[in-house]
């Protein structure tokens, strides 16, 4: 069974059931153990972002249920593998209605596409959808105005973003097996985009190498 945030299967290599937690934590543990940011998530081959995202969902789950992790990233690799098809499409549909920021991870995925040319159906959704702008308002107002009123609105947004990762650096930090700072985090929009990050761990990077070598089996 699944909700938009948590779903249960038959554990695949065991008793009993798995359950997987897909909440704010599990999106930013998936992008800290792949070393990308959460709008480079598509740059991910589809299997190590699903598997590697399980492996962090458990992970919620179970600093959230105050419970000792049952299961390492080469365990979900094993479920995975003996997971049916239909399993795979349940976990499938409950990360896709899951939400991080407010964004869906096929959002955040189709983030670094190209950009769209802006039409005036565009500005009109923005005005109305985003602002709060009642259609006579948007239609009577100079360009320049509604282009004042667009920026103040990310300036917010961007605020509430930047407090909001400060609370998520803080969880994360104290359980971070290296120093990281809230940019490293997740991305803002406007942001001057930072020094290449620091080569993995060297722990982490053998786990890796060893779950390629089973995926190329």
Same mark, same amino acid.
């Given at each position: 069974? #699944?909700?938009?945030?948590?779903a249960t299967i038959k554990n695949p290599?065991?008793?009993?059931?798995?359950?997987?937690? !897909?909440?704010?934590?599990?999106?930013?543990?998936?992008?800290?153990? $792949?070393?990308?940011?959460? #709008?480079?998530?598509?740059?991910?081959?589809?299997?190590?972002? !699903?598997?590697?995202?399980?492996?962090?969902?458990?992970?919620?789950?179970?600093?959230?249920?105050?419970?000792?992790?049952?299961? $390492?990233?080469?365990?979900?690799?094993?479920?995975?593998?003996?997971?049916?098809?239909?399993?795979?499409?349940?976990?499938?549909?409950?990360? &896709?209605?899951?939400?991080?920021?407010?964004?869906?991870?096929?959002?955040?995925?189709?983030?670094?596409?190209?950009?769209?040319?802006?039409?005036?159906?565009?500005? &009109?959704d923005v005005a109305v959808g985003d602002?709060?702008?009642?259609?006579?308002?948007?239609?009577?107002?100079?360009?320049?105005?509604?282009?004042?009123?667009?920026?103040?609105?990310?300036?917010?947004?961007?605020?509430?973003?930047? $407090?909001?990762?400060?609370?998520?650096?803080?969880?994360?930090?104290?359980?971070?097996?290296?120093?990281?700072?809230?940019?490293?985090? !997740?991305?803002?929009?406007?942001?001057?985009?930072?020094?290449?990050?620091?080569?993995?761990?060297? $722990?982490?990077?053998?786990? !890796?190498?060893?779950?390629?070598?089973?995926?190329?089996?």
């Amino acid at each position: 069974m #699944h909700n938009d945030m948590i779903a249960t299967i038959k554990n695949p290599i065991g008793w009993g059931t798995i359950t997987f937690r !897909f909440d704010t934590y599990a999106w930013i543990t998936m992008c800290e153990v $792949n070393k990308v940011e959460l #709008h480079e998530i598509a740059k991910l081959d589809e299997r190590m972002l !699903f598997i590697t995202l399980l492996f962090a969902a458990h992970v919620s789950h179970c600093r959230y249920s105050i419970k000792r992790e049952r299961y $390492n990233l080469e365990d979900i690799y094993k479920m995975y593998m003996k997971m049916q098809q239909q399993t795979i499409d349940e976990l499938k549909v409950a990360i &896709y209605k899951s939400k991080v920021l407010g964004k869906s991870l096929e959002e955040w995925a189709g983030d670094g596409a190209e950009k769209k040319k802006i039409t005036w159906a565009d500005l &009109y959704d923005v005005a109305v959808g985003d602002l709060g702008l009642a259609r006579r308002e948007f239609e009577t107002m100079e360009l320049g105005e509604f282009w004042c009123r667009l920026a103040g609105h990310y300036r917010k947004r961007n605020s509430e973003l930047s $407090n909001l990762r400060l609370i998520v650096w803080s969880a994360l930090a104290p359980h971070s097996s290296k120093k990281i700072k809230p940019e490293d985090v !997740f991305a803002i929009e406007g942001e001057r985009k930072q020094k290449a990050k620091e080569a993995p761990d060297g $722990n982490g990077a053998e786990r !890796f190498e060893r779950l390629k070598q089973l995926w190329q089996l």
